[in-house]
């Protein structure tokens, strides 16, 4: 396939379907600070909930995770607290 836009570049992902490659960028690079005491406007509550309908694509660098995935991690996120408690650092919050 040709590339249709010569300045992005494209590969194929495990579905044979061409995908752009993302490329890190600074000076496009946002950060926003959350608080607790901020609400969520409308259009951004819209937005969530059509995202939540669209259903999940998992692709070679991104599989979908296995349930030893999850409990490796698991550990592995409690391995860290009990470190962070041992050195006297904060754990992280969950949401």
């Given at each position: 396939?040709?590339?249709?836009?010569?300045?992005?570049?494209?590969?194929?992902?495990?579905?044979?379907?061409?995908?752009?490659?993302?490329?890190?960028?600074?000076?496009?690079?946002?950060?926003?600070?959350l608080?607790?005491?901020?609400?969520?406007?409308?259009?951004?509550?819209?937005?969530?909930?059509?995202?939540?309908?669209?259903?999940?694509?998992?692709?070679?660098?991104?599989?979908?995770?296995?349930p030893?995935?999850?409990?490796?991690?698991?550990?592995?996120?409690?391995?860290?607290?009990?470190?962070?408690?041992?050195?006297?650092?904060?754990?992280?919050?969950?949401?």
């Open positions: 396939m040709k590339n249709p836009n010569p300045n992005l570049e494209y590969r194929k992902n495990s579905k044979g379907r061409m995908v752009i490659v993302e490329k890190y960028d600074p000076d496009t690079m946002v950060s926003f600070t608080t607790s005491d901020m609400k969520p406007t409308d259009s951004q509550l819209k937005m969530i909930q059509e995202a939540s309908k669209k259903p999940i694509i998992y692709e070679d660098d991104c599989p979908e995770l296995t030893q995935m999850i409990e490796a991690f698991k550990n592995a996120a409690t391995q860290r607290n009990m470190k962070l408690k041992k050195a006297g650092k904060k754990t992280p919050e969950l949401v």
